[in-house]
Antibody, heavy 120, light 107 residues
Framework: QVQLQESGPGLVKPSQTLSLTCTVSGGSISSGSYYWSWIRQPAGKGLEWIGRIYTSGSTNYNPSLKSRVTISVDTSKNQFSLKLSSVTAADTAVYYC????????????WGQGTLVTVSS | DIQMTQSPSSVSASVGDRVTITCRASQGISSWLAWYQQKPGKAPKLLIYAASSLQSGVPSRFSGSGSGTDFTLTISSLQPEDFATYYCQQANSFPLTFGQGTRLEIK
């Protein structure tokens, strides 16, 4: 059973960089044809896809965030990571990592989510 | 971006009722549509993929239909554990986008 777990600071100051890591267990991040995504959800609001990475390192980003986002993968640690720069209060949200299987871009496994608050 | 519009935004229903939620895409997405259920404080759970395929382990009272721009999620007989928020998501093109959600409440 694949499990995903987000980790990282719960509080980030405005203008700084938000950094989160997703650790995958129950299977190798490199096996199969999986894409690994970050998705966020402000309190009481809907879901926003941030971007994704394949284990080859190829990425796709949401254009609305592309200038501030970097997603990377560390296959040796079975992890992938998110960096979001120049954060503001609008970036306060629960951040989820999730897996999509192959060509289909729907998400079959999710982490439990981690709340990141941007505040001084 | 492809806009996904769900209706209704909220619905009240009783245990045993049949409920249908609609999702409309701003442009054609073939059958690249998924449905998720989210309960408070939890991550979304995949229910339906490819518009009408039931994810493993999901009860058969959930079904999906549609193609192109118009899609529906139907719960044939509501159970107490089905009261949650439901989201559609297009998987046709980047950026991947979600509907605004439909909150299913107990009447």
């Amino acid at each position: 059973q694949v499990q995903l777990q987000e980790s990282g600071p719960g509080l980030v100051k405005p203008s700084q960089t938000l950094s989160l890591t997703c650790t995958v267990s129950g299977g190798s991040i490199s096996s199969g044809s999986y894409y690994w995504s970050w998705i966020r959800q402000p309190a009481g609001k809907g879901l926003e896809w941030i971007g994704r990475i394949y284990t080859s390192g190829s990425t796709n980003y949401n254009p609305s965030l592309k200038s501030r986002v970097t997603i990377s993968v560390d296959t040796s640690k079975n992890q992938f990571s998110l960096k979001l720069s120049s954060v503001t209060a609008a970036d306060t949200a629960v951040y989820y990592c999730a897996r999509a299987d192959g060509v289909a871009a729907d998400f079959d496994y999710w982490g439990q989510g981690t709340l990141v608050t941007v505040s001084s | 971006d492809i806009q996904m519009t769900q209706s209704p935004s909220s619905v009240s229903a009783s245990v045993g009722d049949r409920v249908t939620i609609t999702c409309r895409a701003s442009q054609g997405i073939s059958s690249w549509l998924a449905w998720y259920q989210q309960k408070p404080g939890k991550a979304p759970k995949l229910l339906i993929y490819a518009a009408s395929s039931l994810q493993s382990g999901v009860p058969s009272r959930f079904s999906g239909s549609g193609s192109g721009t118009d899609f529906t999620l139907t719960i044939s007989s509501l159970q107490p554990e089905d009261f949650a928020t439901y989201y559609c998501q297009q998987a046709n093109s980047f950026p991947l986008t979600f509907g605004q959600g439909t909150r299913l409440e107990i009447k």
